[in-house]
């Protein structure tokens, strides 16, 4: 047995075990969905930062920022900002407003089974992106680590046991992985940043200066010398098609936007007892991903400087982006800190995909099942609890076969973030709109949900991220339609986000509904004071 192998055996067995004491306190649906609401500040901001620092952030922008320098640093800021949305504008009206899921805050005053049947496909759509991106780097990792694994066992296995965590354990166990996680990763980056700087004497000088000439190899085999410092590397206009810049800006917005409408982290905030220590959780949040996305450049330069781009390269002898963080660790740790990070990176995937799925499960079970199906009636005790660990199944099984499918070679930080453009697109005009325009309505909300869903998956669709003419590409992997692309950007959110909106505001402007307006004082009344907030009279 490996030590890498050895050391992730020993993550699952450990959150095996929380897993097995979660399921003897998870009864009901308050204790699967939302941990009985007893999480407290410091709990869930680790459990946010936990959720959000997937394998797209610690495989797939380490990666980026070893092959394309200051553009792949400003793709992580993009994660960074991103949270000042949620602190301001959703995380206390959420937690006040709804029950367990996105959903609920709309349902509050518009009519619920339209806008809890477009908000679960959304949900869906949004979790799948995001999940397959985490199996994708399970599966990248496996190859890297263990050649005698094939990709297809390793996703299989990441699989099962997120659906372990999720049926037995629910949102309790689901928070406790996420947290031990957060804590192994922060702990690894911080090793990793630090024995970088001392290939460099500690010296912020001595680094910079490194990073000002990085000689490799370019797709076409001439060997180039590049400043890693200056823009332009990958989002440069003279790079791909010549819309780099604007793709960066299209980018940025997805991102920022997109964490506000993100399920798998909206639904943390039901996890607190109020919307005080959610406001807290998130303030702890920010300066856990701030420092662990300082600590992706250190991991990401490092790669560049201390390995250089051609010898980025995974078991099967090709060039790797997401090898960057466990190559470089290799390269200074040795094998055993080699192991550890590889280990950590597997609890990574393994807590972020349990809370994408309990996040969808949820979301199927009390917004479609109990709440459009059953007009909001439960059928038998216990009934809604049972649906979302079947859904969980079934999205496990979905997850892992289209990661299958699209193989190993498309970079996970790609992934995430047509996750985020959806997310985007869809979910956070109808959140922002429902909680601050009087006059939103039914029809607005569902016509919003609608136009940024259609809108962000079709012009993905015709994006270079999937249309080309090329087979391969440093960007993608692949690509899945070989002709042209129609639309030029690979992330669509500079057009698709406006669209969302103007969907919304052009449907709440066709047709009046006087019940909904009635209930917006009622909401805001609620949104900003906590009044008759669910599970608040449980403390």
Excluded at 260 to 285: C, E, I, M, N, Q
Excluded at 292 to 299: A, D, E, K, P
């Amino acid at each position: 047995m490996t030590p890498a192998l050895g050391m992730f055996l020993a993550f699952v067995a450990f959150t095996l075990v929380i897993t097995y004491f979660s399921a003897r306190k998870t009864s009901g649906a308050s204790s699967y969905f939302a941990a009985g609401r007893r999480i407290t500040g410091w709990q869930n901001g680790l459990a946010v930062a936990g959720d959000y620092m997937s394998a797209a952030s610690f495989l797939g922008i380490s990666g980026m920022i070893a092959f394309a320098g200051y553009d792949g640093f400003m793709y992580s800021v993009g994660w960074l900002v991103a949270y000042l949305t949620v602190l301001l504008i959703v995380a206390e009206p959420l937690r006040n407003a709804g029950k367990y899921t996105m959903a609920d805050v709309l349902a509050y005053r518009l009519s619920p089974r339209p806008v809890r049947a477009m908000a679960s496909l959304s949900t869906l759509t949004v979790s799948t992106f995001y999940m397959v991106a985490q199996m994708v780097g399970a599966g990248t990792l496996v190859k890297l680590l263990m050649p005698g694994i094939s990709y297809e066992v390793a996703v299989c296995g990441v699989g099962v046991l997120m659906i372990v965590y999720v049926v037995f354990g629910g949102m309790l166990a689901t928070t406790w992985v996420q947290i031990i996680k957060a804590i192994l990763l922060m702990s690894g980056s911080i090793f990793l940043s630090v024995l970088v700087m001392k290939q460099f004497d500690y010296s912020f000088t001595k680094f910079f200066d490194a990073l000002g000439h990085v000689t490799f190899h370019t797709k076409t085999g001439e060997l180039v010398t590049r400043d890693f410092l200056q823009p332009g590397l990958k989002y440069g206009a003279q790079i791909g098609n010549g819309y780099g810049p604007l793709d960066l800006i299209s980018l940025g917005l997805a991102l920022v936007f997109g964490t506000a409408g993100l399920p798998h982290v909206l639904v943390r905030f039901y996890t607190v007892p109020d919307a005080k220590t959610a406001r807290a959780s998130v303030v702890w949040a920010m300066i856990i991903i701030g420092l662990f996305y300082i600590m992706t450049t250190f991991l990401g330069f490092g790669a560049a400087t201390i390995l250089n781009p051609d010898n980025i390269i995974d078991a099967l002898g090709k060039s790797n982006p997401n090898a960057s963080a466990p190559l470089l660790a290799q390269k200074l740790g040795g094998e055993v800190f080699f192991a550890f990070i590889s280990a950590v990176a597997f609890a990574t995937i393994l807590a972020v995909v349990a809370g994408l799925t309990i996040s969808a499960s949820t979301s199927f079970a009390h917004d479609f099942f109990t709440n459009v199906i059953h007009h909001g009636k439960e059928q038998k005790p216990g009934e809604e609890v049972r649906v979302a660990r079947i859904t969980a199944f079934v999205v496990g099984a979905i997850s892992i076969a289209i990661a299958i499918v699209l193989g190993s070679a498309v970079n996970v930080a790609f992934l995430v973030a047509l996750a985020f453009a959806v997310a985007a697109s869809a979910n956070l005009p109808v959140i922002v709109l429902s909680i601050f325009w009087k006059r939103f309505n039914t029809v607005g909300a569902c016509a919003g949900l609608g136009t940024g869903l259609v809108s962000s998956i079709v012009l993905i669709l015709m994006s270079p991220s999937v249309m080309g003419i090329d087979p391969e590409t440093l960007t993608t992997g692949r690509h899945f339609i070989q002709m042209a692309p129609i639309f030029p950007l690979e992330n669509p959110g500079i057009l698709s986000i406006p669209l969302g909106f103007l969907g919304a505001i052009l449907g709440t402007l066709m047709t009046r509904e006087p019940s909904a307006e009635a209930r917006f004082t009622e909401l805001t009344v609620r949104a900003n004071t906590g009044l008759g907030a669910e599970g608040a009279s449980e403390h």
